[in-house]
């Protein structure tokens, strides 16, 4: 495959998942890591693409990408699988700080049965614990971000202040070396609230967040207790997480 249509494919990839590492470009292209990191330095050049540790981000994502309903469809068969493997590791009677985020409410919606205090600042979370007669839900309040369906802000930060959970399980925008990132301010704030009043911090991410530096950095890997992926997890970063004192489960 020559340049000019490896570029035009490496364009496409990005139009439809925003991040791609270079693993998957490799395998995908049918070439050599040298050849596609002078594709993606030419591309960025041209202002199409943001080089990363590890892969390329897309400078002009379509703007569905930050919209909740589309991101649920987004490796929806990886997420289930994180969902039912992160539900696995919760027990009845927990208090669980649930985060928005697509791949979290599939862990939420494999909890119907069990007996919990969950506390969310996502209203796509309460609706689907809605039912579920055994748990007691409680909403942060906050600013209503409307296209996550997520609460921010001070008001969503003081009531967590003001409670202590035996669990948070999180959605993350990106996790490299340096650690957790995500899009935007507001955002961050209140992880970095729920991180403080949790005793375990289960980070739920399919294997496309990883060698992703979101906007915003969010807090160091040494935070994360477990990581809950998927089996297109590269060898690089297993061995990362292992170095870290990351437990890793892969679903």
Known sequence: MKSAERQLRIREILDAQEFVDLDTLSAELETSGSSIRRDLSALEASGVLKRVHGGALAIHPRSHLLDNSWQKTRNSDQKRRIGAATASLIENDMTVILD????????????????????????????????????EVTLTG??????LEILLGPLCENMLSGIAADLLVM??????????????????????????????VIIVADHTKFGRAAMVPLAPLDVVDTIVSDTELAPSWRRLLKRNAVELLLA
């Open 100 to 135: 928005g985020g697509s791949t979290v409410e599939a862990v939420a919606s494999c909890l119907a049965d069990r007996s919990l205090n969950v506390v969310t600042n996502s209203i796509a979370i309460a609706k689907v614990l809605g039912d579920a007669r055994r748990i």
């Open 142 to 147: 906050g600013y209503l971000y409307p296209r």
């Open 171 to 200: 959605g993350i925008g990106g996790i490299t070396e340096a650690g957790l990132s995500n899009n935007n301010t507001p955002l961050v704030g209140s992880q970095r609230r729920m991180i403080e009043v949790a005793r375990r």
